[in-house]
C-alpha cells in the first residue's frame, strides 16, 4: 500500500463550486505539505502543517484552506473554485529526523480541472 | 530567498546518448539540502537523490550521476546512456534547513529519449 494517499485522483468542478482534497499517510510523519504543479511553472508550495495545531501559508495560498485533522491527514479546500485553479496538486510528508530528515515523500497527485 | 533554475525547458537526445541537465541555485544559507526528483508521464514524483551543502563528493548511481559544485552554486545531473523510459520531466529543488525545511523547485526540464 501506498504511504501517502490523495483522494480523489481526478476531480472536474465547475466555477464557484467548493471542493476538498484529501491527503492521508501512514509513515508516521509530523510534517506535511500541500503543492500545486502548473505547466512550466514547477511546484508551489501552498500550505504547510508540522503538526495538527501548526498551520502555516506557503507561497500561494489565496484561495485554498486546510485543515490538518490528525497527524495523519491533512485536507486542502477550495470554498469557491475558480478556473485558474486547475492543476495537479500534490500532498507530500517530511519527518524530522532519522535518515529520511528533510526529504518530503510526495503523494501521486489530484488532477483537478475547474470549468 | 531560495531560487532554482533550471534554465533548459526541454531537451531531446536519441537514444544511448548521454545527456546532463543544468540546476543552478541560489541561497543565502550556508547548510541546505539538494534534491532531484523524476516525473514520468504518469505524473507522480519519484524521488532521485539528496545531497547536503556539506558533501560535495560527486555521486554516481548506475546510468545516473551527480556534480554538485558549491563554487558555482550548480548541482547538475547527468544520465549516461539514455533509455527511452528515462522520458520524464526532471526537477532539481532546494531546501532550507531552517523551521519549515520547505522545498523550493526549480521549473523542471522535460527530457525525450528517442528511440
Known amino acids: 500500500d501506498a504511504d501517502v494517499t490523495q483522494t480523489p485522483r481526478n476531480r472536474i468542478t465547475k466555477t464557484g463550486k467548493r471542493i476538498m482534497l484529501e491527503c492521508s499517510q501512514t509513515?508516521?510523519?509530523?510534517?506535511m505539505y500541500w503543492y500545486r504543479q502548473d505547466p512550466g511553472l514547477g511546484l508551489r508550495l501552498i500550505y504547510y502543517s508540522f503538526d495538527v495545531k501548526d498551520i502555516n501559508k506557503g507561497e500561494i495560498s489565496d484561495g485554498y484552506s486546510v485543515s490538518r485533522q490528525a497527524q495523519a491527514k491533512f485536507s486542502l479546500s477550495l470554498e469557491s473554485a475558480i478556473p485558474n485553479q486547475t492543476a495537479l496538486y500534490f500532498c507530500?510528508?517530511?519527518?524530522?529526523?532519522?535518515?529520511?530528515?528533510?526529504?518530503?515523500?510526495f503523494g501521486p497527485g489530484t488532477r483537478l480541472t475547474v470549468l | 530567498a531560495q531560487k532554482v533554475t533550471q534554465a533548459q525547458t526541454e531537451i531531446s537526445v536519441v537514444e544511448k546518448e548521454d545527456v546532463t541537465l543544468d540546476c543552478v541555485y541560489e541561497t543565502r544559507d550556508t547548510t541546505y539540502y539538494l534534491f532531484w526528483y523524476k516525473q514520468p508521464p504518469s505524473g507522480e514524483l519519484v524521488f532521485l537523490i539528496r545531497r547536503n551543502s556539506f558533501d560535495e563528493q560527486n555521486e554516481i548511481s548506475g546510468r545516473y550521476s551527480w556534480n554538485f559544485q558549491k563554487s558555482t552554486s550548480s548541482f547538475n545531473f547527468t544520465i549516461t546512456a539514455s533509455q527511452v523510459v528515462d522520458s520524464a520531466v526532471y526537477f532539481c529543488a532546494l531546501s532550507d534547513l531552517g523551521g519549515a525545511n520547505n522545498l523550493f523547485f526549480g521549473t523542471g526540464t522535460r527530457l525525450t529519449v528517442i528511440p
Open positions: 509513515k508516521g510523519h509530523d510534517r
Open positions: 507530500a510528508t517530511s519527518d524530522i529526523a532519522g535518515s529520511s530528515y528533510n526529504e518530503q515523500f
